[in-house]
């Protein structure tokens, strides 16, 4: 049986500045903010990701305290052309530090306003073998 990460929630005290921080500076695309009278959740998702993190006022999500995930992970086929395009987003980034020559030993971080924590992983294969290929299509799309 194959089990699959597919969302994390993600704890912010701010979702409008959480949704326009992760879309509009880091680059996730949003996949859907659904508002209604009982809660305001949204969905955004890295491109070539099958994992999303949601943000929202559901209770799972009011029992962690803003900023408290640490450590979330993404990754990308280089590391130095990420950090480069999310700082001049105006994203605050780590320098990159590569820890082990081999693929998969390079990193940089950056933090999202309220403190939640990401490491990004230089994996170059990525570059070559995508987890989830690019067809030119929303990933929505049907």
């Known amino acids: 049986m194959d089990w699959t990460l597919e969302v994390v929630v993600l704890p912010v005290s701010d979702l409008d500045g959480a949704i326009a921080f992760y879309r509009d500076r880091v680059g996730f695309d949003l996949d859907h903010d659904t508002r209604n009278e009982h809660m305001h959740v949204a969905q955004l998702t890295p491109r070539g ?9 559901l209770p799972s999500q009011n029992e962690m305290a803003p900023g408290s995930m640490r450590g979330l992970q993404l990754c990308v086929a280089d590391a130095y052309a990420a950090r480069a395009e999310l700082v001049s987003r105006g994203v605050e980034c780590s320098e990159v530090t590569v820890f082990d020559e081999r693929d998969g030993g390079t990193f940089f971080g950056f933090a999202d306003p309220d403190g939640n924590t990401w490491g990004v992983q230089q994996l170059q294969v990525r570059g070559e073998q995508p987890l989830i290929p690019h067809d030119g299509r929303d990933r929505f799309d049907a």
């Open 49 to 57: 990701s099958g994992c999303s993190i949601v943000v929202g006022s």
